[in-house]
Every structure is written in C-alpha cells, then in structure tokens.
C-alpha cells in the first residue's frame, strides 16, 4: 500500500511549465525532461485535467510516465482531452488503471451504461489489437458481454443446409455468425474487437459469442455489479447504502461526546486513485478541520488523512455523484471538509477543549455525522433511494 504523496510542492513549476508550453513548447519539454520521472507525474496531475494530455505528450517518454498516474487520475485525463483524442493514452494505460476507466466512467447506477462502453471501446480500439484484448482482459466478462449483447446478436451455424444465415450477418470462423442488433449500427467497432479475440485469445472470443446467445443480462448485471464494487471498494468507495449511514441520525446528546481519550491512530491505508498532494498539511485553510489535522501529531496526521478521503468518497458515493468526473472530487472533499468542521466545532465548544484535542478524540466521519445532524436540510443530499431504484438501468 502507498501512503500519502510526498511533501513536495511542484504547483508552482507546474504552473511554469504550463505557462513556458503555451510560449515554447521546445523549451518546456527541456524544463520537464530535466525533471525526475515521479516529479513529471506530480507535475502532469498538479496541472489542470485539461492540459495534462498536452504535458503528457511533452515529456521524452510518456508511456513510462502514464502507468504512474493515478488511475482515477487517467480517467480525468482521458475524458478532459476527449475521448476521441485519447487513443495514445489509453495504449499505455495499465490493466488496473482501464478497469478503473470503465468502472468510473461507464456505469449508469448499478448496471453498466452501455452507451458509455460503445464509446469507450470506440476509443480503445484507436489504439490497435494489443491495447484492444489488452482492456477486453481487464474489464470484466460480464461487462464485457453485456456490451456485445447491447450491439450484436449471434446465432451458431447448425450445419443444416436450409439454414442462411440473416441479412448482413458475417463470421470470423465459419461457426458464429453475428449482426446487428440495430438498424443503421454497422458495428465495425464490434468488429474489430471479435476479430481481435479471435486471433488473440481465441477461449475469451467463444465465451463471449456463447454468452451473447444465451446469457441472462440480469445475472450479468449482477455479477458485474458485484465485481465493481469489490474493486470500488478497495479504492476507499463503499456500497450506497454503507456511505448513507455518514447521514445518520443523532440524538443531540451523541453529538457532543468525546472519548476520555484519544481514539486509535493506526491508519487504514489504500492505493489511492487520485492525486491528493498535502492535503492534512493545510495550516492556512479556511476549514476548522484541516487546521487542527495541521496540529496533530505525524501518525495521527496520516491517519486522519486516509480517514478524510474515505469520508471524501462517501459522500461521493451517498450524493450519487459521477465518480468519473474531475469536478466530483473537489465537490465531496468541500462538503466534507464543511460539515465535518462544523461538527469539530460544536464538539469543541460543547466539552470546552480545543479543535486539536476534540479531533483527536472522535473520528472525522463522526464529526460529518454532528455537522449533518446540525444542519440536516442543508447536508443531505437531493436524491436518497438507492441508485438505480428509480428503472435506470
């Protein structure tokens, strides 16, 4: 597992750099080249998501640099440049970091948006047969058939010689036929992809064209979803109904107890999918809860700093909002930096201790929970059923 990002500041010569490529785009490749490699990276996501394409393809060798971006952060990237200019980022993209595309881009509330993946394989497959197979390994089966079945249909020769196969149909191997499933769809794209597991991995591509004959989408959906959340989880994203208990409620003597002493500061570390560079170090915010983190002792600091990213994601995950967008991050850190200190502050005036001690005697999402309840029309978001439970599927 990493820790947090190292203390370094690199915004200012992220700016530079920036500032140096929109006057000479020779000199700022010279100042990035200069650099050591995790200083490129740190300069690309210090960068805003739509110039990180550009610096990318500043850098003497990019596809060592891309693998080391953090894989919420590529997706941010790919979508800031645009899919269909995308294709060369994707080519060096890991297995871990194309899943993750597809799991926070290509989801349309608990099953996945096929729209989304059409869009997403028309780029991948931009990027040549390696890449392509590459991204059909890493995503999961499930997935990776219901995008088929969305597209294609696909009938088994029976070798009887009234059979014809239908209008338009075509086969790879003289066995499967397939076409498309809507009018006017010339699924070139499928196309491509079937021919390319055919070739590569000829186990996967007979799975798949079984699986668009007789597979369920229900049990697909169910198992994709299954699989996502496992993954999801492990990135610090819990399952909707776990993060909506961060809008629980409390009696109005719970929100102003503390701990005699204390709480545990052993952190709860994960790899994390976004680039957050000194996020408990910052003294001078304007929220009461980064200020007293800033006081903390080391170990304490670094446990608060996962346990604030993991608050960050449950609200993400609790306000239902789209975990592939750039803008969704700053959003929940904002919120739960907003209550949370509200919540610190209470606690703090209620047992007559200052912001430091009470933070170190409660939890941080406890602190949420105090600043929600004090406000519950203001923090709880618009929408509370379950994503998905309103037919979106």
Same mark, same amino acid.
């Given at each position: 597992?990493?820790?947090?990002?190292?203390?370094?500041?690199?915004?200012?010569?992220?700016?530079?750099?920036?500032?140096?490529?929109?006057?000479?785009?020779?000199?700022?490749? /010279?100042?990035?080249?200069?650099? +050591?490699?995790?200083?490129?990276?740190?300069?690309?996501?210090?960068? +805003?998501?739509?110039?990180?394409?550009?610096?990318?393809?500043?850098?003497?060798?990019?596809?060592?640099?891309?693998?080391?971006?953090?894989?919420?952060?590529?997706?941010?990237?790919?979508?800031?440049?645009?899919?269909?200019?995308?294709?060369?980022?994707?080519?060096?993209?890991?297995? /871990?970091?194309?899943?993750?595309?597809?799991?926070?881009?290509?989801?349309?509330?608990?099953?996945?948006?096929?729209?989304?993946?059409?869009?997403?394989?028309?780029?991948?497959?931009?990027?040549?047969?390696?890449?392509?197979?590459?991204?059909?390994?890493?995503?999961?089966?499930?997935?990776?058939?219901?995008?088929?079945?969305?597209?294609?249909?696909?009938?088994?020769?029976?070798?009887?010689?009234?059979?014809?196969?239908? +209008?338009?149909?075509?086969?790879?191997?003289?066995?499967?036929?397939?076409?498309? /499933?809507?009018?006017?769809?010339?699924?070139?794209?499928?196309?491509?992809?079937?021919?390319?597991?055919?070739?590569?991995?000829?186990?996967?591509?007979?799975?798949?064209?079984?699986?668009?004959?007789?597979?369920?989408?229900?049990?697909?959906?169910?198992?994709?979803?299954?699989?996502?959340?496992?993954?999801?989880?492990?990135?610090?994203?819990?399952?909707?109904?776990?993060?909506?208990?961060?809008?629980?409620?409390?009696?109005?003597?719970?929100?102003?107890?503390?701990?005699?002493?204390?709480?545990?500061?052993?952190?709860?570390?994960?790899?994390?999918?976004?680039?957050?560079?000194?996020? +408990?170090?910052?003294?001078?915010?304007?929220?009461?809860?980064?200020?007293?983190? @800033?006081?903390?002792?080391?170990?304490?600091?670094?446990?608060?700093?996962?346990?604030?990213?993991?608050?960050?994601?449950?609200?993400?995950?609790?306000?239902?909002?789209?975990?592939?967008?750039?803008?969704?991050?700053?959003?929940?850190?904002?919120?739960?930096?907003? @209550?949370?200190?509200?919540?610190?502050?209470?606690?703090?005036?209620?047992?007559?201790?200052?912001?430091?001690?009470?933070?170190?005697?409660?939890?941080?999402?406890?602190?949420?929970?105090?600043?929600?309840?004090?406000?519950?029309?203001?923090?709880?978001?618009?929408?509370?059923?379950?994503?998905?439970?309103?037919?979106?599927?």
């Amino acid at each position: 597992m990493q820790g947090p990002p190292a203390p370094i500041d690199v915004l200012p010569e992220a700016r530079r750099i920036l500032a140096l490529a929109r006057r000479d785009e020779r000199e700022a490749e /010279r100042a990035l080249a200069a650099l +050591p490699l995790p200083i490129q990276v740190a300069v690309v996501c210090e960068a +805003p998501a739509a110039q990180r394409a550009k610096l990318l393809g500043l850098l003497p060798a990019p596809e060592h640099a891309i693998p080391m971006l953090p894989d919420a952060e590529l997706v941010f990237a790919v979508k800031a440049s645009g899919l269909d200019d995308a294709s060369w980022l994707l080519a060096s993209a890991t297995p /871990r970091q194309i899943a993750t595309c597809f799991d926070l881009d290509a989801w349309a509330g608990l099953a996945p948006d096929r729209a989304a993946l059409s869009q997403w394989f028309a780029v991948i497959a931009e990027a040549g047969d390696e890449t392509l197979v590459r991204a059909a390994h890493a995503i999961d089966a499930e997935v990776l058939a219901l995008f088929l079945r969305s597209r294609i249909e696909v009938a088994l020769d029976p070798k009887d010689e009234q059979w014809q196969a239908p +209008p338009g149909a075509r086969t790879l191997e003289g066995q499967f036929w397939f076409w498309a /499933r809507a009018d006017g769809d010339d699924v070139e794209d499928v196309a491509t992809l079937l021919d390319a597991l055919f070739r590569e991995d000829y186990w996967l591509y007979f799975r798949m064209m079984q699986a668009v004959m007789w597979e369920l989408e229900t049990e697909l959906e169910e198992w994709s979803l299954r699989w996502r959340s496992g993954r999801l989880a492990d990135l610090g994203f819990p399952e909707w109904d776990d993060a909506m208990r961060i809008y629980g409620f409390l009696h109005a003597e719970q929100r102003d107890v503390l701990a005699e002493r204390p709480v545990d500061v052993a952190a709860t570390e994960w790899d994390l999918p976004v680039w957050i560079p000194n996020l +408990p170090a910052i003294a001078g915010g304007s929220h009461a809860i980064f200020r007293a983190a @800033f006081d903390l002792a080391p170990e304490a600091r670094r446990a608060f700093f996962y346990a604030f990213v993991a608050l960050a994601n449950k609200v993400a995950v609790a306000d239902a909002l789209p975990l592939g967008d750039t803008e969704t991050l700053p959003r929940s850190i904002e919120k739960a930096a907003r @209550f949370a200190s509200a919540g610190l502050e209470h606690v703090a005036a209620r047992n007559a201790t200052t912001l430091v001690d009470a933070l170190a005697r409660t939890t941080v999402e406890h602190l949420f929970r105090v600043g929600a309840n004090l406000d519950p029309d203001a923090a709880r978001p618009a929408r509370t059923d379950a994503p998905g439970d309103d037919g979106e599927r």
